[in-house]
């Protein structure tokens, strides 16, 4: 036979092979029978001395045509044999990858966390109390007489037995002295409730980060320059503060606290109203008479307590002008932060 027929033998014989429809690893096996070091198209090259001298380059065209084809019908199947494979298992290695969404820290968490740390680092620790209050701890020992209209029906939630849902963190004030013996420096952050219309400034709950600290000789200014200093760690170097004369009846004098709004610096904008002044808070003196329900000494001790509403700091920093969306909940604004 001569070595031209051979050639037309081997490629009918590689596709029988081919379509005798071969596993994946069979299909390997036959590449090596073909194409491997010792493969049977390795043996024809070999057998070119054999071969005519005017015909040595048209059968070694042939043989390297052979060559490729049966390198193309290997790959070409076993391409086809992977992919069904991925198909049937479901598997398709060539789709997008699946995101998955990360979660983040509501943004009133995260807002709580950057307050707490600045004041951490002021040398305050931190204490809470519960939700669920005697009116002893949330009005009495914190000087509210008792027909003070913050105990009015349209303010607080009543329980059936008595207690209150706290309207502030101040009575965790209360719980921390009775335990404690001064020096006293705290926060108190957590959850208060307001039986309030509800509209875009008014939930029926929200958040408070209440201070206090309790020593001899602590002094208003010691009060001013610790707000301040919270102020430009947490709003920006440059913003400015101010005390305006208030009522509590906890503290006695009683301020409300303003930083220059952050947005306009101060000239006047939407949000600030065009006062360029923005509230964020209230703070004073501690009363005597809280003292003494606490069974401190209110001629030895002196002491400190302020109070800021955590959404409205958070709506402020970010420029959210609902409260409601922090307890909607919706995906859409709680991805933003
Ligand atoms: N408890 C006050 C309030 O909820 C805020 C406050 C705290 C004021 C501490 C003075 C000192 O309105």
């Known amino acids: 036979m001569s070595l031209f027929t051979k050639v037309d033998e081997l490629r009918s014989e590689f596709k029988q092979a081919l379509a005798s429809s071969p596993a994946l690893s069979d299909l390997e096996q036959i590449r090596q029978q073909y194409l491997g070091r010792k493969g049977v198209l390795n043996d024809l090259f070999k057998q070119i001395k054999d071969v005519e001298p005017s015909r040595k380059g048209e059968f070694g065209n042939l ?82 007489p008792p027909e003070h209209p913050a105990r009015d029906m349209q ?94 009846p906890f503290t006695e004098p009683s301020n409300e606290v303003d930083v220059t709004c952050f947005l306009c610096r101060g000239k006047g904008c939407r949000v600030c109203k065009q006062t360029g002044w923005l509230e964020i808070g209230g703070c004073g003196m501690v009363d005597p008479n809280v003292f003494r329900s606490v069974n401190y000494d209110s001629e030895k001790y002196t002491g400190y307590a302020f109070g800021m509403g955590v959404e409205r700091i958070a709506m402020l920093k970010y420029g959210i002008n609902d409260i409601r969306l922090f307890f909607e909940n919706d995906v859409r604004f709680l991805k933003q932060f």
């Open 63 to 144: 043989v390297n045509q052979l060559k490729q084809e049966i390198q193309d019908g290997v790959d070409t199947l076993s391409s086809k044999m992977v992919k069904g494979t991925e198909a049937s298992s479901g598997l398709d290695v060539s789709l997008p990858g699946v995101h998955y969404q990360r979660g983040s820290l509501h943004p009133i968490e995260q807002t709580m966390r950057d307050m707490k740390r600045i004041f951490h680092r002021l040398g305050f620790a931190v204490a809470e109390g519960p939700e669920i209050e005697t009116q002893w701890h949330n009005f009495d020992a914190l000087n509210f």
């Open 155 to 248: 303010d607080t939630f009543f329980l059936n037995n008595g207690s209150v849902l706290r309207t502030h963190t101040s009575p965790v004030q209360i719980r921390l002295m009775l335990a404690e013996q001064p020096p006293i420096r705290s926060i108190m952050p957590g959850r208060v409730y307001r039986n309030e219309a509800i509209d875009a400034g008014h939930y029926c709950l929200f958040h408070q980060i209440e201070g206090l600290y309790v020593d001899e000789n602590v002094t208003l200014g010691e009060l001013k320059a610790t707000l301040e200093l919270f102020c430009r760690e947490y709003f920006g170097a440059d913003v400015k503060l101010r005390f305006r004369p208030s009522f509590f």
